[in-house]
């Protein structure tokens, strides 16, 4: 089992940054892949980004490539997402998920079998 708590949504205006965190407890935290994903109103839930186990490896939608970093503490038992020049699209609530299955950077929804609840991100244009 791993549960996972986000933190660091909110409010801000276009071309603007947040930081979001993720904490996780269960599982060893550094044997396994992390992501975050993101879910707009009336859209299905999309991949934004991925790390390996040891944070060697990252993927990132096109999207948010070049704008989104993607970092592990395995000290800290975290994950993050630094989000830098945000746009109204970005607008959306924002996963943590655990791959325990997985030690890359996977991509794809189904290999993720532990979310957190969501924390929302709100880009005012």
């Known amino acids: 089992q791993v549960q996972l708590v986000e933190s660091g949504g909110g409010l801000v205006q276009a071309g603007g940054s947040l930081r979001l965190s993720c904490a996780a407890s269960?599982?060893?935290?550094?044997?396994?892949?992390l992501g975050w994903f993101r879910q707009a109103p009336g859209k299905e839930r999309e991949f934004v980004a991925s790390i390996s186990w040891g944070g060697q490896n990252t993927n990132y939608a096109d999207s948010v490539k070049g704008r989104f970093t993607i970092s592990r503490d395995n000290a800290k038992n975290t994950v993050a997402l630094q989000m830098n020049n945000l746009k109204h699209e970005d607008t959306a609530v924002y996963y943590c998920a655990a791959a325990p299955r997985y030690t890359g950077a996977v991509i794809g929804t189904g290999a993720y079998d532990y979310w957190g609840q969501g924390t929302q991100v709100t880009v005012s244009s």
């Open positions: 269960g599982r060893t935290f550094s044997s396994y892949a």
